[in-house]
């Protein structure tokens, strides 16, 4: 298994009121899978992905992640976890406005001590020919492909996406499930798929849904269909 969560706890002080965040969240993720998490707003998507990339700690319970155990990790060493295992892509592709897509994929390499090729990776998310180009340049899906080819050369165990499509129209989005899809099959990197798109769970290998902190349903595709 990559990821075994068991039995996960967060709180949040919020003033006088605490926020279970999670609540009892247990989950096993295998290797080389999609797994699509799906839940409204405030269910604790993105907590429980922060907690699995080790950004956020959590209150009791236990995360084994690519054979370490994170709570035992002090901070250092948590850095270092997730620089080697984890890569992150979220819904405002977060880019660095000042660098070009070259240069923005070269802060992902150097976090990394084992990185893929700069021009493989660009091209096989489809912007080598505009490595050249700043982020204002671009669409909105080719700043999410650069995105992702900035977690990827980092050569991640497994990706963390938080609502990778959200902020795009839906063919595009298809476009980026697909990619995900396609990394997931060329380099057998685990990805999780944070959504509010029930068709986005139709593409993968398992699908979990949070309500209020809780997992209150996993189920595995059989057939995992494409994203046409
Ligand atoms: P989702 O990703 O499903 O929208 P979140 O994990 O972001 O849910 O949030 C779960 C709950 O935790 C929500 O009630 C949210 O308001 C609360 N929460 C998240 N982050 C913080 C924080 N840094 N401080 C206080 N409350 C937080
Ligand atoms: P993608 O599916 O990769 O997001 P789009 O369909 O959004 O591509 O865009 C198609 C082409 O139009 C892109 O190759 C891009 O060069 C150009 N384009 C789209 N939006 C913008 C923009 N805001 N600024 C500059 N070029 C754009």
Known sequence: ?????????????SGEVDIHALREASLNVPDNKIVTILG????????????????????????????????????????????????????????????????????????????????????KVGMWDKKDKFPYQLSGGEQQRVAIARALIKNPTFLLCDEPTGALDEETGKNILRLLKYVNET???????????????????????????????EYENENPIEPE
């Not at 298994?1 to 002080?13: A, D, L, S």
């Not at 068709?199 to 997992?215: N, Q, T």
């Open 40 to 123: 409204p707003s405030g269910s604790g998507k993105s907590t429980l992905l922060n907690v699995i990339g080790g950004i956020d700690r959590f209150d009791g319970g236990s995360v084994r992640v690519a054979g370490q155990s994170l709570e035992n990790l002090k901070d250092g060493q948590l850095t270092e976890f997730r620089r080697t295992y984890a890569g992150f892509i979220f819904q405002q592709y977060n880019l660095i406005p000042t660098l070009t897509v070259e240069e923005n994929v070269e802060v992902g390499k150097e976090l990394s001590q084992n990185p893929l090729d700069m021009k493989d990776t660009l091209e």
């Open 1 to 13: 298994m990559t990821i075994v969560v068991e039995r996960v706890n967060k709180v949040y002080q």
């Open 187 to 217: 380099y057998g990197t685990t990805v999780l798929i944070i959504t509010h798109n029930q068709g986005i769970g139709d593409m993968a290998h398992k699908v979990i849904r949070m309500s209020s902190g809780e997992i209150v349903e």
